[in-house]
């Protein structure tokens, strides 16, 4: 049997990759960003009580993972709007 974290790999890694590689543009930072939101919830999993219920934490994980390696990244700047786009990608608006 799978523990949660392997059910939430298995569910989540294409979904969360495509929406951190809408923001970022690039292969390599994507699977940077990835890797650390995969080892937060991994170091996290402990917490996990509901695979099914963990989409929204999982995402605002990759959400502020985003964030984090522009603020890390200045020379590097979001293009104009990506969370709009980003949101528009994936049908929040």
């Given at each position: 049997?799978?523990?949660?974290f392997e059910q939430l790999y298995?569910?989540?890694y294409d979904c969360v990759y495509r929406y951190i590689y809408v923001a970022v543009k690039n292969k390599r930072?994507?699977?940077?960003?990835?890797t650390t939101v995969f080892t937060e919830i991994f170091?996290?999993?402990?917490?996990?009580t509901e695979v099914e219920?963990?989409?929204?934490?999982?995402?605002r994980i990759a959400h502020n993972s985003i964030l984090d390696f522009y603020r890390k990244n200045s020379k590097v700047t979001p293009s104009k709007n990506f969370l709009d786009r980003i949101y528009e990608d994936f049908g929040y608006i």
């Open positions: 049997m799978e523990s949660k298995d569910i989540y930072n994507a699977e940077d960003i990835i170091e996290s999993k402990d917490k996990i219920l963990s989409k929204n934490w999982i995402f």
